[in-house]
């Protein structure tokens, strides 16, 4: 059985090809981790600001509503940057 990361005897083409494939998935696995924690605060955020649902939004639960998304990327950024230093201190 080959492996995929396995380019020994693949032709130049077909390890650009293969490079290339790898980077699309990246880019879509990102897209999807996106897309996940857009709809998890998105479900946070409702739960937490909006009491009952209507055809606007009042000044509180807007704000709140803000508030939370910003917490939430804040929080997100700050433990994204703390797993970027315990990785970078173990690479070295």
Same mark, same amino acid.
């Given at each position: 059985?080959? *492996? ?19 980077? !699309?998935?990246? @880019? ?13 605060? $998105? ?6 600001? @909006? ?6 939004? *009042? ?9 939370? @998304? ?5 929080? $997100?950024? $700050?433990? $994204?940057?703390?797993?970027?230093? !315990? ?6």
């Amino acid at each position: 059985m080959s *492996d995929f990361n396995d380019f020994s005897n693949a032709s130049a083409s077909e390890k650009a090809e293969a490079s290339e494939l790898q980077r !699309m998935i990246a @880019v879509e696995q990102q897209k999807a981790q996106f897309q996940a924690q857009v709809h998890n605060f $998105t479900d946070v955020c409702w739960e937490k600001c @909006v009491d009952k649902p209507s055809s606007k939004l *009042d000044s509180r639960t807007e704000g709140c509503l803000v508030s939370c @998304v910003e917490r939430f990327i804040d929080t $997100t950024l $700050t433990i $994204t940057n703390r797993f970027t230093q !315990m990785v970078q201190k173990g690479a070295h």
